[in-house]
């Protein structure tokens, strides 16, 4: 089957959507502060909320993808995280608001759910373009939420942020029961196999290798996007909230200019992207590390770094999703556990590195992430080769799920 631009499109835009409903909150955080009378420092925890909801649905509801319906589970999905968004537009209360971003972040993993659905749609020779524009939706939605939720708050406050997502996502629920085909599986395994499977992933070594490759990764990517305002908001620039969030627009092209990275994997380069792109990754923090003294030079560093980030991410799921045809819900969201736990990693490191060493700090910070990443891709290349690969072998990239995985020493940094 061959997945029409309509259905492709529909599929990126409620990815987009969905992802938003997590990311929204951040350039409000100081609207609902005041609003709600939430001290300062305990604002982080209006973020957390949804980080993690969507971490327990990778978990629990994303799975379900191999055993559901996944056209209606997509649209159930949609429809209660549209619900999350209208309670937390409604909030009287932060209890009330934290309850709230919880429920449209365990939901929001819809985004995996369409992930899994697109690949499992795609023609084999297809994948991995598929797999770009559809991931590149969820990328507009993690950069595009800072920018439209700031426009949004300015004419209608943090409220008509949520709503304005209920609407969408509530439209796009709708939308998705009328336009994508129906699931025609046959067989399907019952859900406690498919979490006992789930577990068995982890001793696989393409799927060990890929999660790691994806902490390190979205480590790199979480140290940029959640420090970068920091040094932007300092002297000498100065810049304003809305001003610091243009920056997410030089992400969105970076990352938007790596679809590319899709028609590769489907060539059978994808081991090769993974490769030049993590590369690029560690080259692009010497760029990003200049904003002191350079603005232009940090717009260029984050156009590569999100292009970097975006390719990585790409050729994995094109790998994973390839070697698992028969269960691209539990791979996809195994492996998003690990992008999670890695952006995590990023938030949480960036600001204290900056606060003992500057923004220098934070970079030195990103670029190490970026080389662990590296490092965990070349570990993997040696170990799927082998010495003496044996007559008839697969090819590198599907031999890469043959066995078991030793982890290198764990790189800090």
């Not at 990126?12 to 955080?29: D, I, T």
């Not at 429920?103 to 697109?118: E, H, I």
């Not at 920018?147 to 997502?165: E, F, K, N, S, T």
């Not at 691209?328 to 998003?336: A, E, I, L, N, P």
């Amino acid at each position: 089957m061959s997945l029409t631009v309509g259905r492709r499109t529909l599929l990126a835009v409620l990815c987009a959507a969905a992802v938003a409903s997590v990311y929204a909150a951040q350039p409000v955080l100081a609207r609902i502060g005041d609003d709600l009378g939430v001290p300062q420092a305990r604002l982080g925890w209006i973020v957390a909320a949804g980080q993690l909801g969507y971490l327990a649905g990778l978990a629990v509801l994303v799975p379900l993808g191999d055993v559901a319906d996944r056209r209606r589970l997509i649209a159930w999905h949609l429809l209660l995280t549209a619900a999350g968004a209208a309670l937390a537009a409604t909030a009287t209360g932060v209890w009330t608001l934290l309850a709230a971003l919880v429920a449209a972040g365990l939901f929001a993993v819809v985004v995996q759910t369409a992930v899994a659905y697109t690949a499992a749609l795609s023609a084999p020779g297809e994948r991995g373009r598929d797999l770009g524009a559809v991931t590149s939706g969820v990328v507009i939605g993690i950069l595009g939420a800072r920018v439209a939720a700031g426009a949004l708050a300015a004419v209608w406050g943090w409220r008509g942020v949520y709503a304005v997502l209920a609407v969408l996502l509530a439209t796009l629920a709708l939308l998705a029961v009328r336009v994508l085909p129906p699931d025609t599986r046959a067989a399907r395994p019952a859900y406690r196999q498919v979490l006992r499977s789930l577990g068995g992933l982890f001793r696989e070594r393409l799927f060990l290798s890929r999660g790691l490759i994806a902490f390190f990764l979205f480590a790199s990517f979480g140290t940029l996007w959640s420090g970068l305002a920091l040094p932007l908001a300092a002297a000498p620039w100065h810049l304003s909230t809305a001003q610091i969030g243009l920056f997410g627009l030089a992400g969105l092209a970076g990352a938007l200019g790596a679809g590319r990275a899709g028609r590769r994997a489907d060539s059978g380069a994808a081991d090769a992207v993974t490769g030049g792109a993590l590369l690029l990754l560690a080259v692009s923090w010497l760029a990003v590390g200049q904003a002191s003294w350079s603005l232009w030079l940090v717009v260029i560093g984050v156009v590569v770094l999100d292009f970097a980030v975006q390719a990585v991410h790409v050729s994995s799921q094109h790998l994973l999703t390839t070697a698992h045809p028969d269960r691209t819900g539990s791979v996809v969201g195994g492996y998003m556990i690990f992008y999670s736990l890695g952006s995590a990693l990023g938030a949480t490191t960036t600001t204290l590195a900056f606060a003992g060493a500057g923004w220098t700090g934070s970079s030195v910070l990103g670029a190490a992430f970026a080389g662990c990443a590296l490092a965990v891709w070349a570990f993997g290349r040696r170990a799927a080769a082998g010495p003496h690969p044996p007559a008839g072998a697969p090819p590198k990239e599907e031999a890469a799920d043959a066995g078991p995985l030793t982890p290198p020493a764990p790189c800090r940094g």
